[in-house]
């Protein structure tokens, strides 16, 4: 288990998770050029083109900054030619940074931004010789099969006295119906209790794992419906990052196998994602 959330970690998902495609293609056609039109058109014939890919970074404003200590953002993006994708992908950015600030709103990757920038300025102002906010993010589309498209998100950062590297985030989106899908979305409802029984035994055992202050204070019961997923041609999985079911807790990867996937996903899902 630990080899392969590595392998997901360091290789950005490349070739476990299908391969992804982080460059820009040279020759595009005359339709790529008109991708709404393009889309559109192939969307009616329930059949969507393989996503093209540039990686840039993020058009964002950062405010002008006289004195030596000024934060450092470095936020790193993906265009394709799908529009709605874009705004998708740029929302669940600003999703990531919001969650590096304690936030859980409703922003837009320039509102999260100014969000974080208004925080790193708070914690200058209590001290002089307080260093500003470092951030690092990077993004890349780990996988994607027929409509479905895997988003990977990974964050370094630099916050007061902490400092993270290489967490990451995971979001799946539907290009077809233009949303984005948690776990329980694809769960077929009266599988639901069978995956929380592949959940719980797994956390169970994470728990035994775990020191004796953080066993005391973890819950009782994971909720799996709305974490971090992701799924391959092996199957879907869950992603608990560090810290993030219990204070110290360390990070929880969840493997379903191809017959439980299979089992518990809705079919009409299940034919198109795996």
């Not at 208004?118 to 002089?128: G, L, R, T």
């Amino acid at each position: 288990m630990q080899t392969k959330i590595s392998f997901i970690a360091c290789a950005v998902l490349a070739l476990s998770l299908g391969g992804c495609d982080s460059s820009s293609q040279k020759n595009e056609s005359a339709e790529d050029a008109r991708p709404e039109k393009n889309i559109f058109q192939q969307e009616k014939a329930e059949v969507l083109p393989f996503l093209q890919i540039k990686q840039q970074p993020a058009e964002i404003a950062l405010p002008f900054c006289e004195k030596k200590n000024c934060i450092d953002l470095d936020i790193q993006t993906i265009q394709t030619q799908d529009p709605w994708l874009n705004q998708w992908i740029a929302k669940s950015q600003a999703k990531v940074i919001q969650d590096q600030i304690g936030l859980k709103q409703d922003m837009s990757l320039q509102q999260a931004v100014n969000a974080y920038v208004k925080k790193s300025d708070a914690w200058q102002a209590e001290f002089a010789k307080n260093p500003a906010y470092e951030l690092a993010l990077y993004t890349r589309l780990a996988y994607q099969r027929n409509q479905y498209v895997l988003l990977q998100i990974g964050v370094d950062s630099h916050q007061e006295t902490v400092k993270v590297k290489e967490r990451y985030y995971f979001f799946v989106a539907d290009r077809q119906q233009q949303q984005a899908l948690t776990a329980l979305d694809i769960i077929q409802p009266e599988q639901q209790t069978a995956m929380h029984a592949i959940v719980q035994q797994a956390y169970r055992q994470w728990l035994k794992e775990q020191s004796t202050e953080v066993q005391n204070t973890a819950p009782k019961t994971l909720y799996w419906g709305q974490a971090d997923w992701f799924f391959d041609h092996e199957g879907m999985g869950l992603h608990y990052r560090t810290h993030e079911i219990v204070k110290d807790g360390t990070q929880l990867d969840i493997y379903l196998t191809k017959a439980q996937t299979q089992q518990v996903v809705k079919a009409e899902i299940y034919s198109r994602m795996f």
